[in-house]
Structure formats: structure tokens, C-alpha cells
């Protein structure tokens, strides 16, 4: 039965909800007060990352956490009123990254990781933005024997798990695909079955155009508040009011505060990130997404110019900007690739992951009837958008998901 539906967030995550709704028929509003793809899904990698089956764990060796505490790594940062505010979800998040309870959440995380390609496909075939994507995976840089042997190792493991697949490059090999690169590396893993696509934010704005093609209705409003009133739903917006049988949160990193207003509330939390995009040098050129993963940074030949992305600040979501991190960042990378140009932004963006403390999104219904929740995917909203869309929309339809979905349901944490 078609139904009257407004999904808040026009994030890769918002936005791929609304496609899958708007194609069973649904009525579907989507809601944001910026152009769909222009908050966290414009910043990131631009990797719909397949080999993701181990979400980012709190550092837990001593060793790790003594690198840290000077904050004035590239991988890691922190704001001391940031971890404050965040301790006790922090805290739990410490908790949940080893042992038994990690291993558990890996299981329940992969199983939505390993979709994640099977939904983009269909999205992109229909938007016709092949152009944007390119196949053929990325690469995870090393100079020491040791960090790459470990994580060969654990590659090793998930390719029998969960059919991970990947090469592993020696030094000669390395420089033959990326010549340009420092001569300290001693290898990398080529990842190869993930997707780089070259600009994130035109890929949302394609899926966007495709939901509006098929009858979706595109608002620009800031939400203001949501209220259930018999059985049905206002949402008072900037722009005027809409009423619906069901309302999806899809809005990220701000999705806790409007959930905060109906009586739910989840320890969210935020990982922030900075971007900026560079010239090359004459004759240059970066043939691959890399990570320097001894250093926490990833690089990315973008359609806008060579993307640098940091790793994560711990710091609160409306924190102002401190580019440090970035910085450091840039230094890093331009003695890993020593043909890096001139700045090509006006200034740095910033973004803020939606994070919580077991490393799993909420997806799935919420305690009030026609409410429904899509947010928390942490570092993979960009991947994992399109398949949590599609498993949303299975269940906003009485259907059986095609994953068990008990994982991801907000009560876990009610």
C-alpha cells in the first residue's frame, strides 16, 4: 500500500532511502537544508570500500594510545572538551574494540559491508554515472616489514571469511604502478575489488536526480521539529509544514538532537574530518587512491584536483575549525609524494562522522509507530547508503530483510 513518507537527511544514506522508497511506489518527501551530498558524503575517500569488513576500532594497545597523547598526530586528534563530552560513549567504544565483543561486532558489521556494492551498482546504472566510478580497488602503503606482515596476516583471515581479495605489491612492483612515489616504501596490499568514484558529492546529486525523475519531491528546509499526532506526523520545517505517515532520520551527525525531542536518545558521538585538493607537478601524475597507512592519511586523484583526506579529530560536532591536523596531513603527504602542487580550495572543508559506540549504524524501526531510523555508520555512510536503503525500505514494507537486521535496531541502546 503506497504511504505518505518524508525522509529527513539528504546525505548519501537519506538520499539512497528515498530512491529505494520512491521506487516501490511510495510518496517521498526528501528533506534537507543543503543540496543533497553537500554535508559528510562530499568529503570523504570516495571509496565504496568492500574490503571494510572491520570497522575502525578504538586504539587499544599502550603503545598506540602513548603515540596519541601529544595530539599531534595525522591519524588521530582530539579536542579535551570533545573527549569530555563524548566519555561515557567513548568509553564504551573502548570497550567494544577487542575480544569477544569486537569479533561479534565484525560478523554483524560485514554482513552489511558485503552488500554494499550490490546496491550501488542498480543506483548507479540508473543514474547513468558510470563516469564517476572507477574499478580496479586502491592501494594501503607501508615502510615497515612488520605492520605490513600483520595486516597481511588479518587480510589473509577476511579473505576467508568474508571473500576479501587482494594483492600484496613488493617494493619494485609498487613503483612500477605509482613511480612518483617515495622510495622508503617497502609494499603495500592492493585492495582490488572496491570502487573509487571521483567526486562523492556528484554521485549523491546523481541518485538525487534520479528520485526526483521518478516523482520524488526535493525540499531545501532545516528541520525544526517532528511531532506524532494520531497515528500520522508533523514536521515543522523552515520552509512550512509537512505532514506523513512515516518519517525516516536520516540526518547523521545531527540525527541524535532531533531524536532527543520524541524521547530517544542514542550516545552519538562525532569523528571529524578535513579535506583539501591539490595541483601536480609538471609530467606527475597519481595513478591509484592510496593510504599511507603508518600515517593515517589517504590520497585520492579526484575530478577537483588530488584529494588530501585526515584521519579522525575527536572533537564536539560545532566545534570551530583547527587546522592542524590538516597540516600535518599535508606535510606528511608531500614527502610521500614529493610532486604535490599548490592548494586548490579557498579553504579546507570539514566534515563530522556519525559515530557510535559499538562501531554499527541504527537502522530499523523506531519505539513510535511510523517512525524510522537510518544513521551512525561512522567512516561508511558513502559505502553503505545504498544497502541501507534498500534493507530500510524491505522492512518499511513488512518484507523479510535480506540480512538479519536485529544488530542495528535502536533498542540496544534504550
Not at 596519541?68 to 567494544?96: C, E, H, K, S
Not at 580550495?345 to 554499527?360: N, Q, V, Y
Request: aromatic content about 8%; glycine content about 10%; hydrophobic content about 40%.
Amino acid at each position: 500500500m503506497s504511504r505518505n513518507i518524508v525522509v529527513l537527511g539528504a546525505g548519501m544514506v537519506g538520499v539512497s532511502v528515498a530512491w529505494h522508497l520512491i521506487r516501490r511506489g511510495h510518496g517521498v518527501t526528501l528533506v534537507d537544508r543543503r543540496e543533497p551530498g553537500r554535508e559528510t558524503s562530499f568529503g570523504n575517500a570516495g571509496v565504496i570500500q568492500r574490503e571494510a569488513v572491520r570497522p575502525y576500532g578504538f586504539p587499544r594497545d599502550i603503545g598506540t594510545l602513548l603515540r596519541v597523547l601529544p595530539n599531534r598526530q595525522v591519524d588521530i586528534r582530539y579536542r579535551p572538551t570533545g573527549m569530555l563530552n563524548a566519555a561515557v560513549p567513548l568509553f564504551q567504544y573502548w570497550l567494544n574494540s577487542g575480544g569477544q565483543r569486537y569479533q561479534r561486532i565484525v560478523r554483524e558489521w560485514a554482513s552489511l559491508i558485503q552488500r554494499c556494492q550490490h546496491a550501488h551498482g542498480p543506483m548507479i546504472e540508473a543514474a547513468g554515472a558510470w563516469d564517476l566510478v572507477r574499478k580496479g580497488g586502491w592501494l594501503e602503503l607501508y615502510r615497515t616489514r612488520k605492520a605490513l606482515e600483520e595486516r597481511v596476516a588479518e587480510a589473509n583471515e577476511d579473505r576467508g571469511r568474508f571473500g576479501i581479495e587482494f594483492d600484496v605489491l613488493d617494493a619494485p612492483r609498487l613503483r612500477a604502478r605509482e613511480p612518483w612515489l617515495a622510495k622508503d616504501l617497502i609494499g603495500a596490499i592492493h585492495w582490488t575489488q572496491p570502487w573509487m568514484v571521483s567526486d562523492p558529492g556528484a554521485l549523491v546529486q546523481a541518485y538525487a536526480r534520479t528520485f526526483v525523475e521518478q516523482g520524488g519531491e526535493l525540499m531545501q528546509a532545516s528541520v525544526e521539529d517532528v511531532l506524532e499526532e494520531g497515528g500520522r506526523w508533523r514536521i515543522l520545517t523552515s520552509e512550512g509544514e509537512l505532514q506523513a505517515d512515516q518519517v525516516v532520520v536520516a540526518m547523521g551527525p545531527w540525527s541524535s538532537r532531533l531524536l532527543a525531542r520524541v524521547g530517544i536518545r542514542v550516545p552519538l558521538f562525532v569523528k571529524r574530518g578535513y579535506h583539501m585538493h591539490y595541483s601536480t607537478g609538471e609530467g606527475a601524475e597519481l595513478n591509484h587512491w592510496l593510504m599511507d597507512a603508518e600515517r593515517g592519511f589517504m590520497m585520492e586523484p579526484m575530478r577537483a584536483g588530488i584529494r588530501l583526506t585526515t584521519g579522525a579529530e575527536l572533537a564536539d560536532l560545532d566545534a570551530p575549525p583547527k587546522y592542524g591536523q590538516l597540516a600535518a596531513a599535508e606535510k606528511a603527504a608531500r614527502a610521500l609524494f614529493p610532486a604535490l602542487g599548490e592548494r586548490l580550495d579557498p579553504s579546507p572543508w570539514k566534515g563530522a562522522r556519525p559515530c557510535l559506540p559499538d562501531m554499527k549504524p541504527v537502522i530499523g524501526p523506531a519505539p513510535q509507530k511510523g517512525l524510522w531510523l537510518a544513521f551512525g555508520h561512522g567512516h561508511q555512510g558513502f559505502t553503505l547508503g545504498p544497502a541501507t536503503g534498500e534493507l530500510l525500505a524491505q522492512m518499511m514494507d513488512g518484507e523479510t530483510p535480506a540480512i538479519d537486521m536485529a544488530p542495528f535496531a535502536v533498542q540496544r541502546f534504550l
